[in-house]
């Protein structure tokens, strides 16, 4: 339970360093940046959830 947490934070620990090195050399490109890597957790957060759900759902073959 520990790891996934830890993942999580460094990822977002590293997106946000990501974004501040490109705000430092051109402030609106700073704002994408976070902007696309938010849309991309988004989508791989949801999928692994809509995946997780949908393995609850199906029976076991016996």
Do not use: H
């Not at 460094?10 to 700073?30: C, D, K, M, R, Y």
């Amino acid at each position: 339970m520990l790891i996934p947490i830890f993942l999580f934070v460094l990822g977002l620990v590293g997106a946000g360093l990501i974004s501040f090195g490109v705000w430092l050399l051109n402030n609106p490109a700073g704002y994408i940046c976070i902007g696309i890597f938010c849309m991309i957790a988004s989508y791989l957060y949801t999928r692994q959830w809509a995946y997780q759900q949908n393995k609850k759902s199906q029976p076991k073959a016996e």
